[in-house]
């Protein structure tokens, strides 16, 4: 007892005060304001005496059975309190907020097990040890019981991991030049490969490939196509080449296995995360302007998205959600007859339109239908259009196809727009007490805005995403990435601080003609939790004041998916797809809300304008209900899927 209460607070050596100092300020301050005083010195004393006692009990389990590294740390003594330090860090993670608690756990874990299994010295062990009780023991200290949470990882989460791992195989060649062949792993290698190994520790070749692997950390977390197809071909023959030498040590009876093990481990984890996270590497290089000619199916560049933007700009459309086609998942269908497209992706054999047909003119948009439709057939998929206005519906009727009200359009007219009378009282409230709280409204680019705005914006769009609890939707809902673009708009409440309490992103509106924007159209809704009680309504009718004072004409509020007026109606002498889709909205309401956004936006007195789906044939029902589905949730599983098609039943 004496030897863990006076060990903590001596060094070995004076200079390694310096560290003790240093982690005092920044872990152990970090503790006490997350804890407060007394649960901090609490959490440290827990996690020292944790980390210490266990490494004992540890080492003297696996000593002296022929593992030469334990054999030599049980004689080895250590001092210091880093093991309390960051053990109380880890405890002092459960008061944070999703994505803020990953972040600063993945940051800890990392450090110690890089530094056990590199390093492999007694502090390395009691560090593992301290930061695995603290991380048990912070939801005690808050009052409830530790438990694993997994869920359904998004498309942004496959490329943090993906990305991550790279930037992990990065630090360890950096690292490895430096690392002594002591530790727990390296220990194990014979004299020769001791040897061998200390000859390829070339600080410049480590760096190069660090270089690398930062190149491919960097594009995969763009979710760059051809990096995913050069990181999974070069993993893939790694951890061959690995297999391939790990039959060797066992033809030639060699030690290491332990070595060999951690690498085909680590490499094969970082390649089931391509495998599995595959859908979320979609996006063309920008230099990438190559593609097949013709067929639906072929891989679209940077340069038809361009186009795409361009053609909408010039040509205009009647859709106010137009400006979805121009997102990067999208493919765009062209014809030499009419100057404009058709935006579609591909999902279960079905060609999947985006809005009505790009084009100034409505005999334009008419042919343009007919010419997809006509090629999706060719190619050997079943056509249809999510989110067509009345026109794009009646264009469809006329060819004999289907329509069906999937969702309403909320849109405000300008021009009349005033906020008197009660049905305003609502929004005028959020008005006053913004002021009243000196919170500001900004409407300008995101990209423009200082780093700091935009790290929050961030922030805030990834704690909404974490508390879903589901997979991030997709196709017609954007994100961050979105709000990105240069010629959206994103409206900013912020206080005197300069801290963000909400953002909305709109997309400009073009109408049939071209021009200049007549309108902007809702997309990205985001609140900070805990900030400004009427944050949407203050931004949303900030917004439309300024876009009215603009010139504008309308302001879309969107269609909120999977929700329309009515939706709680009988379900009788319906057709089966808008069955499979209000069960659809009803499985999903719990976690995104849709049916509870179409009623908050009536607070703004919109008109409301449906949205149909068209499609050719009641026989491909089905596969159109699993390609929304697909398109909607891309991350999902096959059994997350079905699930949510048996909704209802």
């Not at 053990?87 to 530094?115: D, M, N």
């Not at 196509?225 to 297999?243: T, Y």
């Not at 062209?334 to 809005?355: E, K, M």
Request: proline share 5%; hydrophobic share 45%; charged share 20%.
């Amino acid at each position: 007892m004496w030897t863990l209460a006076t060990g903590a607070v001596f060094a070995i050596q004076p200079l390694q005060y310096i560290p003790i100092v240093l982690g005092f300020l920044v872990f152990g301050g970090f503790a006490e304001y997350r804890l407060g005083a007394g649960k901090a010195a609490l959490a440290f004393v827990l996690c020292h005496v944790f980390a210490v006692v266990g490494t004992a009990v540890l080492l003297m389990l696996v000593r002296d059975h022929g593992y030469q590294w334990a054999t030599d740390l049980a004689r080895v003594v250590d001092t210091g309190p880093s093991a309390g330090f960051l053990g109380a860090a880890a405890v002092a993670s459960a008061t944070l907020r999703p994505p803020w608690r990953g972040r600063v756990r993945v940051v800890l874990a990392t450090y110690v097990f890089l530094s056990a299994i590199h390093l492999g010295a007694l502090t390395d062990v009691e560090h593992v040890l301290a930061v695995s009780g603290g991380l048990l023991l912070g939801p005690v200290l808050q009052g409830r019981r530790p438990q694993l949470s997994l869920r359904a990882l998004t498309r942004r989460d496959y490329r943090l991991l993906a990305s991550g791992f790279f930037v992990l195989a990065a630090v360890e060649s950096l690292f490895q030049p430096f690392s002594p062949v002591t530790g727990p792993l390296t220990s194990t290698l014979s004299a020769s490969a001791r040897a061998s190994d200390l000859q390829n520790q070339s600080l410049i070749v480590s760096a190069i490939q660090a270089i690398v692997w930062f190149w491919f950390a960097r594009s995969l977390y763009k979710g760059r196509r051809r990096a995913w197809w050069w990181a999974f071909v070069l993993l893939s023959l790694v951890v061959l080449v690995q297999l391939v030498g790990m039959v060797g040590l066992a033809v030639q009876h060699e030690p290491g296995w332990p070595v060999a093990i951690y690498e085909v481990l680590g490499n094969t984890v970082g390649l089931a995360v391509l495998v599995l996270g595959r859908r979320a590497f979609r996006n063309p290089s920008r230099r990438r302007a190559r593609r097949t000619t013709g067929a639906l199916v072929a891989t679209v560049g940077e340069d038809q998205r361009s186009t795409a933007t361009t053609l909408l700009q010039e040509e205009g459309t009647v859709n106010n959600l137009a400006w979805l086609t121009t997102w990067p998942e999208n493919r765009w269908f062209t014809t030499p007859r009419c100057s404009g497209y058709v935006a579609y992706r591909i999902h279960a054999g079905v060609a999947l339109g985006l809005c009505d047909p790009v084009a100034a003119r409505a005999e334009e948009r008419s042919e343009l239908l007919a010419a997809f439709s006509d090629k999706a057939h060719h190619d050997g998929l079943v056509p249809c259009l999510f989110s067509v206005t009345q026109e794009g519906a009646t264009h469809a009727l006329t060819r004999g196809w289907h329509a069906l009200e999937v969702a309403e359009e909320a849109v405000v007219d300008l021009p009349s727009l005033e906020f008197r009378g009660k049905a305003w009282q609502d929004v005028r409230t959020a008005l006053n007490q913004g002021t009243k709280l000196g919170i500001t409204h900004r409407l300008a680019p995101l990209s423009e805005q200082p780093r700091g705005i935009q790290v929050q914006v961030r922030a805030i769009s990834s704690e909404w995403v974490e508390d879903k609890g589901m997979p991030e939707m997709g196709f017609t809902l954007g994100g961050v990435d979105e709000a990105l673009d240069p010629q959206v708009r994103v409206g900013l409440a912020v206080d005197a601080d300069s801290t963000v309490h909400g953002v909305t992103s709109w997309m400009p509106v073009h109408a049939s003609g071209g021009g200049e924007p007549v309108g902007w159209t809702l997309d990205v809704m985001r609140k900070l939790p805990g900030g400004f009680r009427y944050a949407m309504e203050f931004l949303i009718s900030s917004a439309c004041l300024a876009f009215k004072e603009e010139g504008c004409r309308l302001v879309s509020l969107s269609g909120a998916p999977l929700a329309k007026a009515g939706a709680q109606d009988s379900a009788m002498n319906r057709d089966p797809l808008d069955s499979f889709l209000e069960r659809l909205g009803t499985k999903l309401e719990p976690y995104y809300g849709f049916r509870s956004l179409h009623a908050f936006k009536a607070k703004f007195q919109p008109r409301f304008e449906p949205l149909f789906l068209v499609f050719p044939d009641e026989a491909a029902l089905p596969r159109i209900g699993m390609a929304l589905s697909r398109a909607y949730l891309p991350d999902a599983g096959l059994r997350d899927i079905v699930a949510l098609a048996r909704a209802g039943h």
